[in-house]
Antibody, heavy 120, light 107 residues
Framework: QVQLVESGGGLVKPGGSLRLSCEAS????????MSWIRQAPGKGLECVSD????????EYADSVKGRFTISRDNAKNSLFLEMNSLRAEDTAVYYC?????????????WGQGTLVTVSS | DIQMTQSPSSLSASIGDRVTITCRAS??????LNWYQQKLGKAPELLIY???TLQSGVPSRFSGSGSGTDFTLTISSLQPEDFATYYC?????????FGQGTRLEIK
């Protein structure tokens, strides 16, 4: 079954850290760009970070640059997001999403999301 | 960053209505425009990519048009399962950016 399953969300205090994971199945994970996209409660969608299949292209939103690190393990079909120095404004549902080959900006598969709440 | 502006922000319509949602980019993006549908409490799903191409499995009542800076999503005859929030997204520039969403509600 072609799917993405996120995990690792939870409640964390401001300044804290959290590591999100996304496990892929049903497709050749290493062939695809992957993204983390977040949605604050009641708000729209924001691209947080992207990584190419070979890991040679990595992008971050300005809002998370220097605090978040994206990585992937193609042998384990897994995508990660290491989040440090968390702020209240990072509170959101975090989705992992797959980018189509040769058109990485088209996200054709999304996980169900994992909620990150940053609060004291 | 490229700004994406959708209109309207919300819309009430009835079953069987024809509905159009517009999306405007702050600069030309050729046809690098994608549409997503998000139902309450669920992840977004890809509807249309490249401005006009229907994603596999999406009903033909959905269609997209436009190029440059102005784009539209049209639903030809609303069905109960179409009531959701719709987002446009540009994949021309980095970072990719989304519109603020259009919430489609039952009249």
């Amino acid at each position: 079954q072609v799917q993405l399953v996120e995990s690792g969300g939870g409640l964390v205090k401001p300044g804290g850290s959290l590591r999100l994971s996304c496990e892929a199945s049903g497709f050749i994970f290493g062939d695809y760009y992957m993204s983390w996209i977040r949605q604050a409660p009641g708000k729209g969608l924001e691209c947080v970070s992207d990584i190419s299949g070979s890991r040679n292209v990595i992008e971050y939103a300005d809002s998370v640059k220097g605090r978040f690190t994206i990585s992937r393990d193609n042998a384990k079909n897994s995508l990660f997001l290491e989040m440090n120095s968390l702020r209240a404004e990072d509170t959101a549902v975090y989705y992992c999403a797959r980018g189509r080959p040769h058109s990485s900006g088209i996200r054709d598969l999304w996980g169900q999301g994992t909620l990150v709440t940053v609060s004291s | 960053d490229i700004q994406m502006t959708q209109s309207p922000s919300s819309l009430s319509a009835s079953i069987g209505d024809r509905v159009t949602i517009t999306c405007r980019a702050s600069q030309k993006i050729t046809n690098y425009l994608n549409w997503y549908q998000q139902k309450l409490g669920k992840a977004p799903e890809l509807l249309i990519y490249g401005s006009t191409t229907l994603q596999s499995g999406v009903p033909s009542r959905f269609s997209g048009s436009g190029s440059g800076t102005d784009f539209t999503l049209t639903i030809s005859s609303l069905q109960p399962e179409d009531f959701a929030t719709y987002y446009c997204q540009q994949s021309y520039g980095i970072p990719n950016t989304f519109g603020q969403g259009t919430r489609l509600e039952i009249k």
